[in-house]
């Protein structure tokens, strides 16, 4: 299996702050995905990197892809309350067939 | 709007009482996902389906079964639930199996296990 670990695994902060969580594997993965998980529903894709080095931007939420294809990191700018949610980062399995997940960051942005 | 629906979104069942988690789908998609997630955990695959044929993760334990009757449906049987199979159950499905493939999930199915 292989293993995806993202960093921190919680993060509190306030309102207008920025914050960067982290997504790091020892393996080699051809794309990564980035789901936002809120509490008492299903994981809601946020977006796909593909090519090493690839930067991403989704309004306040930039996505990297690392160059070497083992990790990615999401950067929030100015937080905001409807940012709260458990993050989580997933990469092809082995087999190419299904999705390993990360633990997940969970954030919670306060007024 | 097309979905994945889960069914029931909280299941109490007994220690060893067999249950069954339904999930359905109106997006066509031919490949349907079961993931198990635990609290402060990643979902971690239990099976998944591309149309009919079945894909069993390694792990998954045998008290875990999986029916597709037809591209629409999607059941999780648990023959005798143990306390350690309390956890979020998420139903997901893609178009196709493969790298990078977009996943649609469910609002999950919460179980409990007294």
């Known amino acids: 299996t292989q293993l995806l670990e993202q960093s921190p695994q919680f993060l509190s902060i306030q309102e207008g702050e920025n914050l960067t969580v982290y997504c790091n594997s020892s393996?080699?993965?051809?794309?990564l995905q980035w789901y936002r998980q809120e509490p008492g529903e299903g994981p809601v894709l946020l977006v796909t990197?593909?090519?090493?080095?690839e930067v991403k931007k989704l309004k306040r939420l930039t996505f990297q892809f690392g160059d070497a294809r083992k990790d990615s990191s999401l950067h929030i700018t100015a937080a905001q309350t409807g940012d709260t949610g458990l993050y989580l980062c997933?990469?092809?399995?082995?087999?190419?067939?299904?999705?390993?997940f990360g633990k997940g960051t969970s954030l919670l942005v306060t007024p | 709007d097309a979905m994945v629906i889960q069914n029931p979104r909280y299941q109490v069942t007994q220690f060893g009482k067999p249950v069954t988690l339904s999930c359905s789908q109106t997006?066509?998609?031919?490949?349907m996902y079961w993931y198990q997630q635990k609290s402060s955990q990643a979902p971690k695959l239990l099976f998944h389906?591309?149309?009919?044929?079945?894909?069993n993760e390694a792990d998954t334990p045998d008290n875990f079964q999986s029916r597709r009757p037809n591209t629409s449906f999607c059941f999780l049987d648990i023959r005798s639930p143990g306390l350690g199979d309390a956890a979020m159950y998420l139903c997901?499905?893609?178009?196709?199996?493969?790298?990078?493939?977009?996943?649609?999930f469910g609002s999950g199915t919460q179980l409990s296990v007294l």
């Open positions: 997901a499905t893609s178009v196709r199996q493969g790298r990078g493939e977009k996943l649609f």
């Open positions: 393996s080699v993965f051809s794309s």
């Open positions: 990197v593909v090519t090493g080095g």
């Open positions: 997933a990469g092809d399995s082995n087999s190419g067939y299904a999705l390993n």
């Open positions: 997006l066509n998609h031919n490949v």
């Open positions: 389906y591309y149309d009919k044929d079945f894909n």
